[in-house]
């Protein structure tokens, strides 16, 4: 099995920035060069995939409503992912999401095999 647990939300300002991050551990997490993303869900809205990143980090995705703002990177020697968020708007606003796939292209199409408990994040206007 493996454990996500997520860190780095809290309040900010609108334009400020804030870095999450995801440690994994798990037997599993060592046997699969899985990869990881983040999703977030705001309150009356439907969770949505947000970025994600293979193993190797040689392909990301973004959602277009945080390209150009947010950058997920990950160190697979620490087993950790991150998503740094910067020029943060008040729509930002959500519970963050860890979550890990055993490839890509799963993480992209299915739901991720393994989620995390979520880390608000807040951006006050």
């Known amino acids: 099995q493996v454990q996500l647990v997520e860190s780095g939300g809290g309040l900010v300002q609108a334009g400020g920035s804030l870095r999450l991050s995801c440690a994994a551990s798990?037997?599993?997490?060592?046997?699969?060069?899985?990869?990881m993303g983040w999703f977030r869900q705001a309150p009356g809205k439907e969770r949505e995939a947000v970025a994600a990143?293979?193993?190797?980090?040689?392909?990301?995705y973004y959602s277009d409503s945080v390209k150009g703002r947010f950058t997920i990177s990950r160190e697979n020697a620490k087993n950790t992912v991150y998503l740094q968020m910067n020029s943060l708007k008040p729509e930002d606003t959500a519970v963050y999401y860890c979550?890990?796939?055993?490839?890509?292209?799963?993480?992209?199409?299915?739901?991720?095999?393994?989620w995390g408990q979520g880390t608000q994040v807040t951006v006050s206007s």
């Open positions: 979550a890990g796939a055993r490839t890509y292209s799963s993480l992209r199409t299915l739901p991720p095999n393994y």
């Open positions: 990143i293979s193993w190797g980090g040689g392909s990301t």
């Open positions: 798990g037997r599993a997490f060592s046997d699969y060069t899985m990869a």
